[in-house]
């Protein structure tokens, strides 16, 4: 089955210093993965997406992770924190292939991360 | 509209009573899904609509919980004889055909719902 981890639920970084979240997979096909942005009452947003053309995926808001297939891993980054990243952060994986034909999402647990000045 | 839309936005409710929640896709998007978010949990699959249809129901957590989706657009959640445990934040979120793997699901605000 298809699943993904998010490591740490609590991220806490300073101002301009180096954003890394850290997300692994479980796949028993090649995954689809995805980065999504929850800001505080509002809905989710589209980060970035893996979608097997290049391992490492430039999204919005300066955001980048890179798949790594050696280390089931898809960890998102960006250089320089800003205050405005204050936000939830979820990693999700397609089950398309075993979900019926659908694009079945599974999410991880997210990660809260904190930014301060 | 641009985006995803769901109301009520916040809903108190008292412990056995029925609501419903709602959701409009964006226009043109044949896929809807619903999914729930409880304090400190990820988003769990509740339900999945192509069209008016929903192939996949195996996330809804009782029967106390249905959806129906009509004119392929709008869809209402409804969750009978409410208990405590379903306060969550409910999210509908819609993508244009649901059947490429990497294809972007587009959330709405969520509902917060409250059982008193």
């Known amino acids: 089955a298809q699943s993904v981890t998010q490591l740490g639920s609590h991220v806490s970084v300073s101002e301009g210093a180096l954003v890394l979240l850290r997300c692994n997979y479980s796949?028993?096909?090649?995954?689809?993965l995805f980065w999504y942005v929850q800001y505080p009452n509002q809905g989710l947003q589209l980060l970035l997406k893996?979608?097997?053309?290049?391992?490492l995926v430039k999204g919005i808001n300066g955001f980048e992770a890179e798949f790594k297939k050696s280390e089931t891993s898809f960890h998102l980054t960006k250089p320089s924190a800003h205050m405005s990243d204050a936000a939830e952060y979820f990693c999700?994986?397609?089950?398309?292939?075993?979900?019926?034909?659908?694009?079945?999402?599974?999410f991880g647990a997210g990660t809260r991360l904190a930014v301060h000045p | 509209g641009a985006g995803v839309s769901q109301s009520p936005s916040n809903k108190v409710t008292e412990k056995g009573k029925d609501v419903e929640l709602r959701c409009d896709p964006i226009?043109?998007?044949?896929?809807l899904y619903w999914y729930r978010q409880s304090l400190g949990q990820g988003l769990e699959f509740l339900i999945y609509?192509?069209?008016?249809?929903?192939?996949?129901k195996s996330g809804l957590p009782s029967d106390r919980f249905s959806a129906e989706r009509t004119g392929g657009s709008v869809s209402t959640l409804t969750i009978q004889r409410t208990q405590q445990e379903d306060s969550a934040v409910y999210l509908c979120?819609?993508?244009?055909?649901?059947?490429?793997?990497?294809?972007?699901?587009?959330f709405g605000p969520g509902t917060r719902l409250l059982v008193l």
């Open positions: 979120a819609s993508s244009l055909t649901g059947t490429g793997a990497t294809e972007t699901q587009y």
């Open positions: 796949s028993s096909v090649p995954p689809y």
């Open positions: 893996y979608t097997s053309a290049a391992t």
């Open positions: 999700a994986v397609s089950v398309l292939p075993f979900s019926g034909g659908y694009n079945k999402l599974i």
């Open positions: 226009s043109g998007h044949t896929a």
């Open positions: 609509f192509q069209g008016n249809s929903a192939p996949d």
